[in-house]
């Protein structure tokens, strides 16, 4: 099977039934995406695929050979954070950081369901909602952290989208 | 997971003439499959896969509706400007269900036929007769704080878990199917699902190989729309009780009321008793108490789920009146 991971192209001999994430893991040497209760729940697997975020341990890698995988690795280098990761460790958004990938990778998805104009169930209103701390806990609970770093997770997805709403307010004038 | 054999389908005619193989299941978004397989609670030979087939659009209609693709994902069709416009309760009900994730991929036609979340369907070493027909179920003197108390059989006490199908339910949507003898059929939602009765395991109508393609949504129904759902957790849960409610008020009286339950039945309940009692009349406490003593005339708990009962009371009650107010 071909497969688009991170702008690069890899090939892997698979079992039919070998999930995105296992592919990941098991047989790229991708594992920056972690496996939590591999039922869909944790959201410790999250990816983007052709830009939004799903639960890689719900679904066929064969169903994906025509995609664009994007995982944490994909995202930022050690030398290079991404915004989101630089802000998650400036606001200590983890400590064991088991749930860190698939919460940085939701919050990629996250940012761009919301400058898509997306409501959430939290939303007052359907059309252009405010994007408030509460969006954030909402939008985000897809994103299980068993040591409750939600308070610094909700700070680092805020300074990032605050940081991103001043470039649209000046693209507008 | 048991081993399968994997079909990519090229047309909606390909996928029902591949889908009427015996032991055969589409998959489209596999959120809810693939974890059923996982723990080998569904076992089939083949998938077919779906999701590239063109059924991703939602389109207006004759008539003032919309018809949506059953590939149509969760997320897309709970923001989809005319949806959110027009069917504000389906937009609501899609976004009080799941997480942002599964909603990107879940496809419509899935969603409608999503498995029950019975801890003892998923619980292999128990006894269940949806999942082992003539097993037995151990929900009924289990654990059954999330089933259901209308519609129930002595077979089986399980509820459907969708939010979006009890949206539709109260909207009267038509499900739209193609069969693997290209016959299409156009079924009334309220016509769609079955009572467990003494086959569980027999959700729905659809035949071998048959394929929902789309979900037509007549022209909007007059009044306001809302979708309240009460569960265990503020996001990410199921609903323990949850009502689809629109009603039209026309000179201080209810003209028209639309009230389908989810977190109750084995499948969305609508029940035209309870909306009858409710039109020509003046909103008040007292016909509001009416209307939801109709609704669970024949409710029957199982000893943990005894509260669901005067919780949908509440929750209808609060409702309407949030609908009338």
């Known amino acids: 099977m071909h497969f688009t991971i991170n702008g690069q192209p890899h090939q892997a001999e698979v079992d039919i039934r070998t999930t995105l994430l296992d592919l990941l893991r098991e047989h790229l040497s991708l594992t920056g995406s972690k496996k939590g209760c591999d039922h869909g729940q944790c959201g410790a697997c999250t990816v983007l695929v052709n830009g939004r975020r799903i639960n890689a341990c719900l679904t066929l890698a064969v169903m994906h050979q025509d995609d664009e995988i994007v995982t944490i690795e994909g995202l930022g280098t050690p030398e290079k954070l991404h915004p989101l990761q630089a802000a998650f460790v400036k606001h200590d958004g983890f400590q064991c950081g088991y749930c860190t990938p698939g919460q940085i990778c939701s919050a990629v998805g996250m940012l761009d369901e919301v400058e898509k104009g997306w409501p959430s169930h939290v939303s007052a209103t359907l059309d252009d909602p405010d994007f408030t701390n509460d969006e954030i806990r909402e939008r985000m609970s897809g994103n299980l952290c068993r040591c409750s770093a939600y308070p610094n997770i909700v700070d680092a997805i805020r300074e990032v989208a605050d940081a991103k709403q001043p470039v649209q307010a000046e693209a507008a004038e | 997971m048991k081993l399968f054999d994997y079909a990519k389908a090229d047309s909606a005619e390909a996928a029902t003439r591949e889908g009427a193989v015996a032991d055969t299941k589409f998959i489209a978004g596999g959120t809810n499959l693939l974890d059923l397989m996982k723990l080998q609670i569904e076992t089939p030979a083949r998938l077919v ?31 989809d400007p005319i949806i959110r416009e ?52 151990d929900a009924q003197e289990g654990f059954n704080r999330i089933l259901a108390v209308l519609g129930t059989s002595e077979q089986c006490i399980a509820t459907h878990p969708s939010d979006m199908a009890v949206a539709m339910r109260a909207l009267d ?118 209307a939801a003593d109709l609704l669970l005339r024949d409710a029957k708990g199982f000893g943990s789920n005894d509260f669901k009962i005067p919780l949908a009371r509440r929750t209808l009650i609060a409702t309407l009146k949030e609908l009338t107010a």
């Open chain 2, 173 to 290: 949507a038509t499900i739209v199917t193609l069969g693997s003898d290209g016959e299409r059929r156009r079924i009334p939602i309220g016509d769609f699902y079955r009572l467990p009765g003494d086959t569980p395991d027999v959700e729905n109508v659809l035949r071998a190989g048959e394929l929902i393609t789309h979900v037509e949504l007549p022209e909007p129904p007059k009044g306001r729309q809302t979708y309240r759902k009460v569960r265990d957790r503020a996001s990410y849960a199921f609903a323990l009780v949850s009502v689809a409610g629109i009603v039209a008020l026309e000179d201080g009286k209810i003209a028209s009321a639309r009230l389908a339950f989810g977190g109750l039945g084995p499948m969305p309940w609508r029940d035209a008793a309870v909306e009858n009692a409710l039109v020509g009349q003046a909103p008040s406490d007292a016909l509001f108490g009416q």
């Open chain 2, 49 to 79: 896969y779906i999701s590239r087939l063109p059924l991703g659009d939602i389109e207006e209609i004759d008539g003032g509706g919309v018809r949506i693709g059953a590939l149509v994902p969760n997320s897309d069709l709970a923001a």
């Open chain 2, 86 to 137: 027009r069917y504000e309760v389906l937009s609501r009900a899609l976004l009080a269900g799941a997480s942002g994730q599964l909603r990107n991929k879940a496809s419509t036609g899935g969603n409608l036929l999503q498995r029950t979340r019975c801890y003892y369907f998923y619980e292999t070493a128990a006894r269940c007769n949806k999942r082992m027909p003539g097993s037995g179920c």
